[in-house]
């Protein structure tokens, strides 16, 4: 469910509204008695409340302190903002309104835009597969009141919503209704609707390729798999070699012949949250118009272990002629991404983005917290990731990345073999993939944060959507 988040330059005597404040000085100017003023400041000294509500009988009126938090860094302050947005919507929803303006009465752009960016996030559900309505959410609009804020940013806040939710619509839905070919067909339609160029290769053209790490995953799958090009290349972009995002798509994980335990498969539909990603990231950016050359990569197919599959032991070929002794079947994204990072050689990038739910080491490192990232040859690139990272609060832990890590993933049958043995994992799958690439890189291994098993303020419940935000962001500030 998509809420609407629209500018307005006059309320409605009897709209439902919040007023944005950080001191109550600025409340006489929007029709409170010195009584209520002097009520409001009692719960916020004296209980330390941010929000006090009042009945006005035909319509309510809220208002929401944006405290400094103390010790609290801009971004920390920003983060807290899109929070207490999350617990309004709650608040909204659970008073069955359907629609809220939000007044600025004296804050920072930056905090009402979190603000509203919380709440739109927050209201997000995924309920496609339930019969009772009475379940669905009631806010449906939001209307913005500032002279802060430009219609044009909130169309842009509104389009990375889309984006982000988008995206977690993806990753939340079942194999059943989501098999590779499905996915490939959303992008089509994602490309329509954002005039990107679309092409999709399906498995004989896969084969024509030689992608050998993404037709020796499919073995095992009754579906056939797919690898989907997303271009976005305005006639005013401004970089001279594409930014490329490349993005697994495995669109359910058993582990192959190695079978996850049952609590491991569970949440096995997630294992194409990178694709999904990377899909979504280039249709906000050709929504917004953005004048930067994208292109996404997505290869996609489920890992089954079917009489066929692929199994240790077995030495693949991938598209470049490396040769790969498969040590364990459920370390299976690198193979496709493999082929993935090859096809990317052709473009000669500015900088290729790989984003993969790719290890539980990565996840166990540092939980659902943050990004792990890696790469090479990047200069400042992985900074500006950062600063991008602390900016949506979609966090990146930058790992060593060693020569010395290379010996990991020797083999003795084969050019490289597809584990690399106890001892880190996350950094042993990156080295897998840097073998492949021969420009500046980046690896987000996003296993931690992709999936939650509860409630998270704005990410929600499931699926985050993460990265839609961070990497444009990123490409955003190339402008």
Same mark, same amino acid.
């Given at each position: 469910m998509?809420?609407?988040?629209?500018?307005?330059?006059?309320?409605?005597?009897?709209?439902?509204?919040?007023?944005?404040?950080?001191?109550?000085?600025?409340?006489?100017?929007?029709?409170?008695?010195?009584v209520?003023?002097?009520?409001?400041?009692d719960?916020?000294?004296?209980k330390?409340?941010?929000?006090?509500?009042?009945?006005?009988?035909s319509?309510w009126?809220?208002?929401?302190?944006?405290?400094k938090?103390k010790?609290?860094?801009?971004? $920390?302050?920003?983060?807290?903002?899109?929070?207490?947005?999350?617990?309004?919507?709650s608040?909204?929803?659970?008073?069955?309104?359907k629609?809220?303006?939000?007044?600025?009465?004296?804050?920072?752009?930056?905090?009402?835009?979190?603000?509203v960016?919380?709440?739109a996030?927050?209201?997000?559900q995924?309920?496609k597969?339930?019969?009772?309505?009475?379940k669905?959410?009631?806010?449906k609009?939001?209307?913005?009141l500032?002279?802060?804020?430009?219609?044009?940013?909130?169309?842009?806040?509104?389009?990375?919503?889309?984006?982000?939710?988008?995206c977690?619509?993806?990753?939340?839905?079942?194999?059943s209704?989501?098999? %590779?070919? +499905?996915?490939a067909?959303?992008?089509?339609?994602?490309?329509?609707?954002?005039?990107?160029?679309v092409?999709?290769?399906?498995? %004989?053209?896969?084969e024509?390729l030689?992608?050998?790490g993404l037709?020796s995953v499919n073995?095992?799958?009754p579906?056939?798999?797919?690898?989907t090009?997303?271009?976005?290349?305005?006639?005013?972009?401004?970089?001279?070699?594409?930014?490329?995002?490349v993005?697994k798509?495995?669109?359910?994980?058993?582990?192959?012949?190695?079978?996850?335990?049952s609590?491991?498969?569970?949440?096995?539909?997630?294992?194409?949250?990178? %694709?999904? +990603?990377?899909?979504?990231?280039?249709?906000?950016? +050709?929504?917004?118009?953005?004048?930067?050359?994208?292109?996404?990569?997505m290869?996609?197919?489920?890992?089954?272990p079917?009489?066929?599959?692929?199994?240790?032991?077995?030495?693949i070929?991938i598209?470049?002629?490396?040769?790969?002794?498969?040590?364990?079947?459920?370390a299976?994204?690198?193979?496709?991404l493999?082929d993935? $990072?090859?096809?990317?050689?052709?473009?000669?990038?500015?900088?290729?983005?790989?984003?993969?739910? $790719?290890?539980?080491?990565?996840?166990?490192?540092?939980?659902?917290?943050?990004?792990v990232?890696m790469?090479?040859?990047?200069?400042?690139?992985m900074?500006?990731?950062k600063?991008?990272?602390?900016?949506?609060?979609?966090?990146?832990?930058?790992?060593?990345?060693?020569?010395?890590?290379?010996? $990991?993933?020797?083999?003795?049958?084969?050019?490289?073999?597809?584990t690399?043995?106890?001892?880190?994992?996350?950094?042993?799958?990156?080295?897998?993939?840097?073998?492949?690439?021969?420009y500046?890189?980046?690896?987000?291994?996003?296993?931690?944060?992709?999936f939650?098993d509860?409630?998270?303020?704005?990410?929600?419940?499931h699926?985050?959507?993460?990265?839609?935000?961070?990497?444009?962001?990123?490409?955003?500030?190339?402008i």
């Amino acid at each position: 469910m998509q809420t609407t988040i629209k500018k307005i330059n006059k309320g409605k005597t009897k709209d439902n509204i919040l007023y944005l404040v950080s001191q109550t000085g600025k409340l006489k100017e929007y029709g409170f008695s010195q009584v209520e003023i002097s009520f409001i400041n009692d719960q916020v000294d004296g209980k330390d409340k941010k929000l006090i509500s009042f009945n006005r009988y035909s319509h309510w009126e809220y208002v929401q302190f944006i405290k400094k938090e103390k010790e609290a860094n801009d971004h $920390l302050q920003i983060e807290t903002c899109r929070k207490d947005g999350d617990k309004f919507v709650s608040s909204l929803n659970s008073q069955k309104l359907k629609e809220i303006t939000i007044c600025d009465a004296g804050i920072k752009p930056a905090e009402l835009l979190a603000f509203v960016e919380g709440m739109a996030l927050g209201n997000y559900q995924f309920l496609k597969y339930i019969s009772d309505q009475k379940k669905l959410n009631s806010l449906k609009s939001i209307s913005v009141l500032s002279n802060q804020i430009s219609a044009s940013e909130l169309n842009e806040l509104s389009a990375i919503v889309d984006g982000t939710c988008k995206c977690r619509d993806l990753v939340n839905e079942p194999l059943s209704n989501l098999d %590779a070919d +499905a996915l490939a067909d959303i992008f089509k339609e994602m490309g329509k609707e954002g005039s990107i160029k679309v092409e999709v290769f399906y498995k %004989a053209k896969i084969e024509t390729l030689k992608m050998g790490g993404l037709l020796s995953v499919n073995k095992g799958s009754p579906n056939p798999p797919t690898f989907t090009v997303m271009e976005w290349k305005p006639e005013n972009h401004i970089n001279k070699k594409p930014y490329i995002i490349v993005g697994k798509g495995i669109v359910f994980d058993t582990g192959g012949i190695n079978l996850k335990t049952s609590t491991g498969l569970q949440t096995m539909k997630c294992d194409m949250g990178g %694709a999904a +990603a990377a899909g979504c990231i280039i249709y906000v950016i +050709a929504k917004q118009k953005l004048p930067v050359w994208v292109i996404s990569l997505m290869p996609a197919t489920e890992n089954r272990p079917d009489g066929n599959a692929m199994v240790p032991g077995d030495v693949i070929t991938i598209s470049d002629g490396t040769t790969v002794e498969v040590q364990n079947t459920d370390a299976e994204g690198r193979l496709i991404l493999a082929d993935a $990072l090859v096809f990317a050689k052709k473009y000669k990038p500015e900088l290729v983005i790989d984003i993969a739910t $790719l290890t539980g080491s990565a996840s166990a490192a540092i939980g659902p917290f943050g990004i792990v990232a890696m790469g090479s040859g990047y200069n400042k690139q992985m900074e500006k990731l950062k600063e991008s990272g602390d900016a949506v609060h979609e966090r990146i832990a930058e790992f060593p990345f060693w020569e010395d890590y290379k010996d $990991l993933i020797k083999s003795e049958v084969a050019d490289i073999r597809n584990t690399s043995g106890p001892y880190a994992g996350a950094i042993g799958a990156g080295k897998f993939l840097e073998h492949f690439v021969d420009y500046p890189w980046i690896h987000l291994d996003i296993a931690g944060p992709v999936f939650l098993d509860h409630r998270d303020s704005y990410r929600g419940m499931h699926a985050t959507g993460v990265c839609v935000r961070l990497v444009y962001d990123f490409l955003k500030k190339k402008i």
